[in-house]
Structures are given as structure tokens and as C-alpha cells.
């Protein structure tokens, strides 16, 4: 039972309900910082961070909060766990802090974690919770690094470079320079490129699932698929 | 009744900004000396791209002192001038100007002149210029900015601290001159000003130690 519960948070947050693709939350960040693999994964890990610590501790609270001050008590939550993060990425990846720069305080703003605070943790139990901040997370995260990794490789013709902003020095081993002398094509790197790239990326998913949609009626009729429950 | 379910509220609303404001507290205060450190670190460190650490033995870092010339120094706020020392003696100055004509907006530039008047280096601390195009004044990207090197004012007359395009001697990148235009000009400002103010750059007491950080 509560197996397939946890499949199913894992199926809505990675694919079927994915914060990026489906729900088009968070994307004035994500638009903003994918020009590149590893800015991607600085903010889609900040953001997951926050998405987890978020869920959890409204989970936890949920029996305490009255229903007037909720939105304002979530918000509060969210804001303290976001401008402690800020602090901690100030401190220890500072060169990665100065390039995502306002983004990581924006988050606050990033109205996927206020939707699942509301439409999810405040109504499950701490684990669920856990789990859904984590896939939701991981979903928007993975969004932000393939999205990052394909500008990066069409705009410089590189792979996580500046891996040591990240990583610390010593990682610089992982930049690849997947093609020499490579000219750049500026477009990608620029806001046009991200809004193509998503278009592109959402569009592959949507034509992922109609395969499969199709697929699942010509092979067998005896199953109904489970339709999402709920519209976001 | 509606009295006491109000005050129950705002309890609870009050209850959780202080639990929130103690975890951000917490935060900073075990974070603000390591950020502090990290400001430090990465200032210092373009600081001794510059002037290495041997050609100095000061404490660059607090040998400092604030500077307001909005003409020469692109900005109407004080900008930061290092000072590099060997044995008491002057040896270079780290000049923070800011070119504010860059193709995206202002430039901030780390400016390091000898104490003979002759540049020891540039490097940008920040810009938004344009990716691809503009970004080839950053050192990891293009050797275009190691070109002011060991140039004065001396070295080039006035009509020579332009781009090429200009009928300077300073080369400009396919696709941007705006950005090395805005770079060569604010160079050349800094030179004139530290022509014109060396010795009360060296001779200026520091900074308070506490001044510095409330930028």
C-alpha cells in the first residue's frame, strides 16, 4: 500500500506532475540561470533544499497552524529556510553565490514551494511530505541541469564548465570541451535560447507521453490508466 | 470570544516569526565570519594577480583608503584604492574604478598602477556584458585585457588610449566595441587620476578597520 503510495509521489514529482514541465512553476529562475550545467545545479539543488526542509516542517506544523494565518505562516517558513541557505551558500560556495546572485533570495518567490506547502504537505504526514518535497525538487532540478547542459553544449561547446565553483578547486577535470575551437552560438546562451530550449523540452515530453498514452490503448484495453487526480 | 480567537492567532502567527527570525539568526551569526572570509579571500586573491605577494609586504587588504572623483572614477560613490608597500615604501596602488558606459551597464574594474606610473595589470571584477561577445575582457577568457600591461601615460600620447577603431592602438573584438571602448577610457581615467593624486594616495592614513566592511 504505502509502497505504491510512494511510487506514485515519485511518478507525479519526476514526470507526470513535474513543477517545469506541467505545473510551469519557477520559471523566471530557471529561464535566468540555465545558461550553463553547473549554474543549473547550484540553483536546482538550493531550491531542492528548500522544497524538502519547507515540506517537512509544514507537515509537522500542520495541526498548529490555523487555517486564517496559513499562507502567511507558510511564507514565513519558506523565507527563513531560504535566507538560511543564502547564508550558508554566502559562506561556502562563495565564487557559485556571486554568479547565481539573486536568484537563491528569490526563491521565496518561486511559487512551486508555496503550491506544495498548500496543496501537499499540509494535508500528509512528514514522510510523504519528505518524499514529495524531494521528488518535486528533483524533478525541477533535472529540468534546470538538462536544460543547462544543452544550452551550454550548443552556446560554448562545453560541459560543466567551471565545475570548480561548485566542486572546489581540483574539479576542474570535469569541464569537457566537447568541441575545439568551437565559435559559440550566442543564441543559446541569451534569454531566447532558454525560452526555446523549455518550448523544445516540453514538447518532447508531451510527444514522450502521447506515445505511451497510445501505446497503453492499442496494447491492452483491460486497464484503465490512472489519471491524475487533480488539476494544479 | 472572537477576541480570544484573534489573540490565538496572532500568537501563533508571532510564535512562528520568532522560531523563523532565530533560525536566521542562528544562520548569520554562525556564517558571518566565514563570509566575511570568503570576501576577503577573493578580493585578495585578484589583488595578487596583480601585485604578488612578493613584490609586497603589507596588509593589502586593510591598506585602504576610500576615494570620491565621479569624472576619472566613472562613480559618484567612494571607490576603494589599495595600497601595496615593500619596506614602508610605496609600490603599486589598486584603484577600484567603474566604467559606466559598458554595453550592459557599469563595469567594475580593478586597476593596478606602479608606483612609477605604469600599469601592472587590469582585471574586471564584474559586468554584464554580453556573453560571447563582450565577456573577452575576462582573463580566463581572452588575453585582451593582459594588452594594458606595462603601458603609461607616458608610453601612448592621449589620442592613443582608444580602441583601434578610433585610431588607438588598443584592438576591439568582432561584434563589440562598446565594451573595450568603455574599458580603454575608464584605463586611461584611472592613470590621470593617480597621475595627479600619487602622493595622497600613499600618504592618506587607512581606513578604521571597521569602515570597511559597510560598503
Excluded at chain 1, 547542459?149 to 570541451?177: N, V, Y
Excluded at chain 2, 596588509?59 to 569624472?71: G, M, N
Aim: proline share 4%; aromatic share 8%.
Amino acid at each position: 500500500m504505502s509502497n505504491t503510495r510512494y511510487r506514485d509521489i515519485a511518478e507525479q514529482g519526476l514526470w507526470q506532475n513535474n513543477v517545469a514541465f506541467v505545473q510551469l512553476l519557477g520559471l523566471c529562475p530557471l529561464l535566468a540561470v540555465s545558461n550553463n550545467t553547473i549554474n543549473g545545479l547550484g540553483l536546482g539543488m538550493a531550491t531542492l533544499l528548500v522544497l524538502v526542509c519547507s515540506n517537512v516542517t509544514v507537515s509537522l506544523i500542520r495541526h498548529w497552524v490555523r487555517p486564517e494565518v496559513r499562507v502567511p505562516v507558510f511564507v514565513m517558513v519558506i523565507a527563513s529556510f531560504v535566507t538560511a541557505i543564502d547564508l550558508l551558500m554566502n559562506a561556502f560556495m562563495h565564487d557559485l553565490h556571486m554568479i547565481l546572485g539573486i536568484f537563491i533570495p528569490l526563491i521565496v518567490t518561486n511559487c512551486a514551494i508555496i503550491a506544495r506547502a498548500e496543496a501537499f504537505a499540509s494535508k500528509h504526514s512528514p514522510g510523504y511530505a519528505f518524499w514529495d518535497g524531494l521528488m518535486m525538487g528533483l524533478g525541477f532540478m533535472a529540468v534546470l541541469v538538462v536544460l543547462g547542459a544543452l544550452r551550454e553544449i550548443l552556446g560554448q561547446g562545453t560541459l560543466f564548465d567551471q565545475a570548480h565553483l561548485m566542486f572546489g578547486s581540483g574539479a576542474e577535470w570535469l569541464t569537457i570541451t566537447l568541441i575545439e575551437e568551437y565559435q559559440g552560438f550566442l543564441l543559446a546562451i541569451l534569454p531566447p535560447g532558454a525560452f526555446i530550449g523549455l518550448g523544445l523540452m516540453i514538447a518532447t515530453k508531451n510527444w514522450l507521453d502521447q506515445r505511451g498514452d497510445k501505446k497503453i490503448i492499442h496494447g491492452a484495453n483491460h486497464q484503465q490508466t490512472n489519471t491524475p487526480v487533480a488539476p494544479s | 470570544m472572537l477576541m480570544r480567537q484573534m489573540l490565538i492567532t496572532g500568537a501563533i502567527l508571532g510564535g512562528f516569526a520568532a522560531i523563523g527570525s532565530t533560525l536566521v539568526a542562528i544562520t548569520f551569526g554562525a556564517t558571518e565570519e566565514r563570509i566575511e572570509q570568503a570576501h576577503r579571500d577573493a578580493l585578495l586573491r585578484s589583488l595578487h594577480e596583480l601585485v604578488t605577494p612578493e613584490q609586497s609586504d603589507n596588509d593589502l587588504y586593510h591598506d585602504v583608503i576610500e576615494v570620491t572623483d565621479r569624472e576619472l572614477l566613472g562613480s559618484h560613490k567612494p571607490v576603494q584604492i589599495y595600497r601595496a608597500r615593500k619596506a614602508g615604501q610605496p609600490v603599486a596602488a589598486l584603484l577600484t574604478p567603474i566604467a559606466p558606459n559598458g554595453y550592459g551597464g557599469a563595469i567594475r574594474l580593478l586597476v593596478a598602477i606602479h608606483y612609477n606610473g605604469h600599469l601592472a595589470g587590469v582585471r574586471v571584477l564584474q559586468h554584464h556584458e554580453t556573453p560571447g561577445l563582450g565577456d573577452d575582457i575576462e582573463a580566463s577568457r581572452s588575453d585582451w585585457i593582459l594588452s594594458f600591461n606595462n603601458h603609461s601615460l607616458s608610453s601612448l600620447s592621449a589620442g592613443e588610449w582608444k580602441v583601434k577603431k578610433d585610431g588607438g592602438v588598443f584592438d576591439q573584438f568582432t561584434g563589440a566595441t562598446i565594451t573595450p571602448r568603455a574599458i580603454v577610457h575608464a584605463v586611461h581615467h584611472s592613470l590621470n587620476y593617480f597621475q595627479q593624486h600619487r602622493e595622497a594616495i600613499f600618504n592618506t592614513p587607512s581606513l578604521p578597520p571597521e569602515a570597511e566592511h559597510h560598503e
